[in-house]
């Protein structure tokens, strides 16, 4: 997508800009000479995720803009204040808001602690309106003034809310505030919109999330910069109210062609859809199936009967492919919960040793309990329905420790070949 310049001497204001989605946006905009403030925690080294507001403030400027770093955590009132307030000193004013930052938990009801929903609803809904309501004064004062919400379209359907309502709930509100904001303020104007991704975005948060792999079915985080930049680049009286997705906005900028941003150009057409948008639970189950979609999991119903019986010949299967070496990578201890035709409780010991697996209970408390049903429990191990979808559209239950469980995916991806 070629730079218009339409940004050039704007002030942006980012949340959560020292990487992902939002650090994306900001390049974007700095090519064209914007002003980025950046308003993340990160001001120190995180362990496993790279990047910090400096490191960020040097690639922004490097790519053309000018850029104040700022330590902010959304939760807090006085840090947010002060961070408009310098950053209407340096730059005389705030144009462009970036609500992105964002706290995820997907864990049912009763293994939700109050925590983490309270930590969730902090950053995402009350951090998003209070960041809002701190720059408003200043977006009165613009003449291009946009709030753009990183948040979903408020998606009604149940298996939605079912798998993870807490975090739905704190996403949503993200959403609300672009619902109520656009009609509050349309006469100033400023336009407040939403985007979200059609697919996952490949992350350095997702990748700790879903593991190294998640990058094979996601796309580049370049293509909400994109979106992003064609949104705010319009006249602000020119749309308001709407929520948005990545690849429809560049299709009506004349972008076409999709795979320049998928991570794995070969898989373009079988990318993760994202949370949130209109597409039935088997219809997600189908793009994170290996293969063609209709291939891969239009089995014959005696062939999907069939599998239950497989699921003990699996589990042997699996404990003579072990080896310290996985055990290591791993880590955890799993227990199954399997249901339908061939129900029963299995375990995995990839903690200790060369690792052990069984039928019944593990010998010790298991970091992450797993429900499915048997005829989607084969699939997942053999590598035809990835665990993060299965996940998403609530065919697999987790309890426990969710990113042990996600190391599941590795195994799976070192062992599908030789199941």
């Known amino acids: 997508m070629i730079n218009t310049g339409k940004l050039a001497g704007r002030t942006l204001f980012i949340t959560g800009a020292s990487r992902g989605i939002g650090k994306a946006i900001a390049l974007r905009a700095a090519q064209d000479g914007a002003n980025v403030v950046i308003a993340a925690k990160t001001a120190e080294p995180h362990p496993k995720l790279p990047g910090t507001i400096y490191t960020a403030a040097k690639e922004i400027e490097a790519a053309g803009g000018k850029a ?13 204040r002060t961070a408009v307030q ?21 864990t049912p009801t009763e293994q939700t602690d109050m925590k983490r929903y309270d930590l ?69 104007p400023i336009a407040v919109n939403a985007l979200w991704p059609r697919t996952a975005i490949h992350t ?102 069939g599998q239950g019986g497989q699921i003990e010949g699996l589990f042997l299967k699996i404990e003579s492919l072990l080896s310290e070496e996985i055990v290591k990578k791993t880590g955890a201890v ?17 903690k200790s040793g060369t ?17 499915m049903d048997s005829k989607h429990f084969f699939d997942m191990f053999t590598g035809k329905l990835k665990p993060a979808s299965a996940f998403m559209t609530g065919k697999l239950k987790i309890s426990g420790d969710l990113q042990k469980a996600m190391k599941l995916e590795k195994l799976m991806g070192s062992l599908k070949s030789k199941l």
């Open 204 to 305: 350095a948060a997702m990748e700790m999330l879903t593991g190294k792999e998640s990058d094979q079915y996601s796309r580049k985080p370049e293509i909400m910069a994109d979106a992003a930049y064609a949104i705010l680049s319009k006249e602000p009286r020119l749309q308001t109210g709407k929520f948005l997705i990545d690849d429809e906005v560049l299709k009506t900028e004349g972008i076409a062609d999709m795979r320049q941003y998928a991570c794995v150009p070969e898989n373009a057409d079988k990318l993760m859809p994202d949370f949130f948008l209109d597409v039935e639970p088997e219809k997600l189950i189908e793009f994170a199936a290996e293969g063609s979609h209709a291939a891969s999991l239009k089995k014959p119903a005696a062939a999907q009967q």
């Open 86 to 106: 310098n950053a209407v000193a340096k730059f005389g004013g705030i144009d462009i808001l970036i609500n992105n930052a964002s706290a995820i938990s997907l």
């Open 68 to 80: 104040l770093p700022c330590v902010v955590d959304v939760r807090d009132e006085g840090a947010v």
């Open 334 to 350: 799993y227990e199954f919960k399997v249901k339908g035709n061939e129900a029963g409780t299995w375990f995995a010991d990839l």
């Open 120 to 188: 969730m609803h902090s950053i995402n809904t009350r951090g998003t309106f209070l960041v809002s309501k701190e720059c408003i004064p200043y977006l009165r004062k613009s003449n291009h003034a946009h709030i753009l919400n990183i948040s979903p379209p408020l998606n009604m359907a149940p298996h939605w809310f079912s798998n993870h309502v807490a975090y739905t709930m704190a996403k949503y509100g993200m959403s609300m505030c672009v619902l109520g904001m656009a009609k509050e303020f349309e006469g100033v």
């Open 355 to 371: 690792g052990k697996v069984g039928k019944g209970s593990p010998p010790v408390t298991a970091d992450a309990v797993l429900t």
